[in-house]
């Protein structure tokens, strides 16, 4: 069973910078694409970034030129460095591993970890 833990969150001012980790233990994920995701208050949780197995990477339109997506399979481990962040980033930071369309969709196929509290301040 994989589990997966998130960490690097906290609270930041607007245009500041932090950057997301997510350590995968319980099996090697480097067959698999890698997505961050992100719930706000209230809302469904959606994906913000992912990672193919290749090293290609989507962002959404609304992330674009502020995050990157990074992994490293030695470690298993996937990144998020998040830049020029605004009060709208603010959520709970998902990862997960699986299956990423060419239409940008992504099926996660783990267990959901706890996710890491991103807070942008104005």
């Known amino acids: 069973q994989v589990q997966l833990v998130e960490s690097g969150g906290g609270l930041v001012q607007a245009g500041g910078s932090l950057r997301l980790s997510c350590v995968a233990s319980?099996?090697?994920?480097?067959?698999?694409?890698m997505g961050w995701f992100r719930q706000a208050p209230g809302k469904q949780r959606e994906l913000v970034a992912a990672v193919t197995s290749g090293g290609k990477t989507n962002y959404v339109d609304f992330v674009k030129g502020r995050f990157t997506i990074s992994r490293d399979d030695a470690k298993n481990t996937v990144y998020l460095q998040m830049n020029s962040l605004k009060p709208e980033d603010t959520a709970v930071y998902y990862c997960?591993?699986?299956?990423?369309?060419?239409?940008?969709?992504?099926?996660?196929?783990?267990?959901w970890g706890q996710g890491t509290l991103v807070t942008v301040s104005s």
């Open positions: 997960n591993a699986g299956i990423f369309g060419g239409s940008g969709t992504f099926r996660s196929l783990e267990r």
């Open positions: 319980g099996r090697m994920l480097s067959s698999n694409a």
